[in-house]
DNA sequence: TCTGGGGTCCTAGGACCC
DNA sequence: TCTGGGGTCCTAGGACCC
């Protein structure tokens, strides 16, 4: 048996446990950019305000509705996840953190599991005041489906007997199952397959010629043969990105520059946090699809390095290289990305034959500044190349404190 | 004026090897 | 008249997740 925990409107939770006349009341959280509603309190899925809403389009609403507006605060959700994690993990010793707000539990010799869930979703709540749903059942598809089950009425579900899943499976729609994305729930709606009973009940070959592997995999998982193990492990990531649109879009060849730079160097800090060298960095430049009638170009560069790095120095070479490159005039640019990929662990860089450059000297320097930096705060030390970020960062007119990570944003009690 | 930012896995097809 | 039978690696594109 595994075990799902998902805290329940996790971003609205955590800007609320820090503004507690706000319980019982709509608030959004939106996006980065405060672009889309991407997280809702009940109340305010109740008023009809779904996921990726567009802000500015439903903003009269959101007045007439009053309703609460945050914008994307990670430090704060970061360190309440880490919070909420921690306690899970007093409660199996096999534990999988899937997302920011879900985890898998290893409940395999567990007994009165009902019991045992209430004592989870309880200790959570109290502990760190994120209210949690708690879903239990032979597989992680099917504890994902008790999970969904049991996200209404927030409370906890446990899936077990054969009776007990079937008539799960009965009234759950088959595009709401984890791993039916919309483009397969289509196909198999075309099939006459509308709930996850009715793929359960499919021929094996049949799904694994219409959702190949994973599909068959699925449908072990829906039979009570758990098929995805728990990943226990962290393993070092095979790609890194750091992406973000502008505030504002920007044709100012400067303010790229500054942008592509100050990404980049967040990106080298994401390889050093994994323990990664790039070998390859992609630069890629965007325009706003959603502005039609105006000119659309979203040119990418590959660029092999020289030497694997995960130094700011070296990659940031490497990325005004490349978004010069790309660059062209006439095009009002939204958005940069760059991208590590041929990660290779970090020190187990291979050296180049025809030089005797290791980047050691860049790389002291990038550590000196993590070091700096994890003691000051962020951004204490940056390169002089990502100027001073006025044109093009990111708006966040709505941001509430860092209540949990910063000493002057800490609540005074009197 | 304004529409997010990350990731993973799988398959088919091409290029290459002996 | 007739032209094999294994492999690997890489990439692009498509699907999914939160």
Same mark, same amino acid.
């Given at each position: 048996?595994?075990?799902?925990?998902?805290?329940?409107?996790?971003?609205?939770?955590?800007?609320?446990?820090?503004?507690?006349? =706000?319980?019982?009341?709509? #608030? #959004?959280?939106?996006?980065?950019?405060?672009?889309?509603?991407?997280?809702?309190?009940?109340?305010?899925?109740?008023?009809?305000?779904?996921?990726?809403?567009?802000? %500015?389009?439903? @903003?009269?609403?959101?007045?007439? %509705?009053?309703? @609460?507006?945050?914008?994307?605060?990670?430090?704060?959700?970061?360190?309440?996840?880490?919070?909420?994690?921690?306690?899970?993990?007093?409660?199996?010793?096999?534990?999988?953190?899937?997302?920011?707000?879900?985890?898998?539990?290893?409940?395999?010799?567990?007994?009165?599991?009902?019991?045992?869930?209430?004592?989870?979703?309880?200790?959570?709540?109290?502990?760190?005041?994120?209210?949690?749903?708690?879903?239990?059942?032979?597989?992680?598809?099917?504890?994902?489906?008790?999970?969904?089950?049991?996200?209404?009425?927030?409370?906890?579900?446990?899936?077990?007997?054969?009776?007990?899943?079937?008539?799960?499976?009965?009234?759950?729609?088959?595009?709401?199952?984890?791993?039916?994305?919309?483009?397969?729930?289509?196909?198999?709606?075309?099939?006459?397959?509308?709930?996850?009973?009715?793929?359960?009940?499919?021929?094996?070959?049949?799904?694994?010629?219409?959702?190949?592997?994973?599909?068959?995999?699925?449908?072990?998982?829906?039979?009570?043969?758990?098929?995805?193990?728990?990943?226990?492990?962290?393993?070092?990531?095979?790609?890194?990105?750091?992406?973000?649109?502008?505030?504002?879009?920007?044709?100012?060849?400067?303010?790229?520059?500054?942008?592509?730079?100050?990404?980049?160097?967040?990106?080298?800090?994401?390889?050093?946090?994994?323990?990664?060298?790039?070998?390859?960095?992609? #630069?890629? =430049?965007?325009?706003?699809?959603?502005?039609?009638?105006?000119?659309?170009?979203?040119?990418?560069?590959?660029?092999?390095?020289?030497?694997?790095?995960?130094?700011?120095?070296?990659?940031?070479?490497?990325?005004?290289?490349?978004?010069?490159?790309?660059?062209?005039?006439?095009?009002?640019?939204?958005?940069?990305?760059?991208?590590?990929?041929?990660?290779?662990?970090?020190?187990?860089?291979?050296?180049?034959?025809?030089?005797?450059?290791?980047?050691?000297?860049?790389?002291?320097?990038?550590?000196?500044?993590?070091?700096?930096?994890?003691?000051?705060?962020?951004?204490?030390?940056?390169?002089?190349?990502?100027?001073?970020?006025? @044109?093009?960062?990111?708006?966040?007119?709505? =941001?509430?404190?860092?209540?949990?990570?910063?000493?002057?944003?800490?609540?005074? #009690?009197?």
């Amino acid at each position: 048996m595994v075990a799902l925990i998902d805290c329940n409107n996790f971003y609205a939770s955590c800007e609320r446990l820090f503004r507690p006349e =706000l319980n019982g009341k709509p #608030v #959004v959280v939106l996006s980065n950019n405060d672009g889309c509603i991407i997280a809702r309190s009940n109340e305010a899925k109740a008023l009809g305000f779904k996921m990726g809403d567009v802000f %500015h389009l439903v @903003q009269d609403r959101i007045k007439e %509705h009053q309703v @609460q507006v945050f914008s994307s605060n990670y430090a704060l959700y970061g360190d309440m996840s880490a919070r909420v994690m921690t306690i899970l993990a007093r409660f199996s010793p096999q534990v999988e953190v899937y997302s920011i707000d879900e985890c898998f539990l290893d409940m395999d010799g567990f007994t009165e599991l009902d019991n045992y869930a209430h004592t989870i979703r309880n200790t959570v709540i109290r502990n760190t005041g994120i209210p949690v749903s708690v879903g239990i059942a032979p597989s992680k598809t099917l504890a994902k489906l008790a999970n969904r089950m049991c996200k209404k009425t927030g409370g906890t579900c446990v899936l077990e007997s054969d009776e007990e899943i079937t008539a799960a499976l009965k009234d759950f729609e088959v595009g709401d199952l984890w791993g039916i994305g919309r483009r397969y729930a289509k196909k198999l709606n075309k099939f006459g397959v509308v709930t996850a009973l009715d793929l359960r009940n499919l021929p094996l070959e049949f799904v694994k010629e219409k959702l190949t592997i994973q599909g068959v995999r699925m449908w072990y998982e829906l039979h009570g043969k758990p098929c995805i193990p728990l990943k226990l492990k962290i393993e070092r990531k095979k790609n890194i990105c750091c992406s973000r649109g502008f505030g504002k879009a920007t044709n100012d060849y400067a303010h790229l520059r500054e942008a592509t730079a100050s990404y980049t160097n967040r990106l080298s800090q994401k390889l050093r946090k994994d323990g990664s060298c790039a070998t390859v960095l992609n #630069v890629k =430049l965007y325009t706003n699809a959603f502005k039609v009638g105006t000119p659309q170009l979203f040119p990418t560069i590959s660029i092999p390095l020289p030497h694997p790095a995960n130094n700011a120095t070296d990659l940031i070479k490497a990325a005004m290289h490349g978004l010069k490159h790309i660059f062209r005039h006439g095009y009002m640019w939204s958005k940069v990305e760059v991208m590590a990929t041929g990660l290779v662990p970090e020190g187990e860089t291979q050296l180049h034959l025809f030089t005797n450059y290791n980047g050691a000297v860049n790389n002291k320097v990038s550590k000196l500044m993590d070091k700096i930096n994890r003691h000051y705060g962020d951004g204490t030390l940056r390169m002089a190349i990502e100027g001073k970020h006025h @044109q093009w960062t990111m708006r966040r007119a709505f =941001l509430s404190k860092e209540y949990t990570t910063k000493w002057k944003d800490v609540v005074g #009690v009197r």
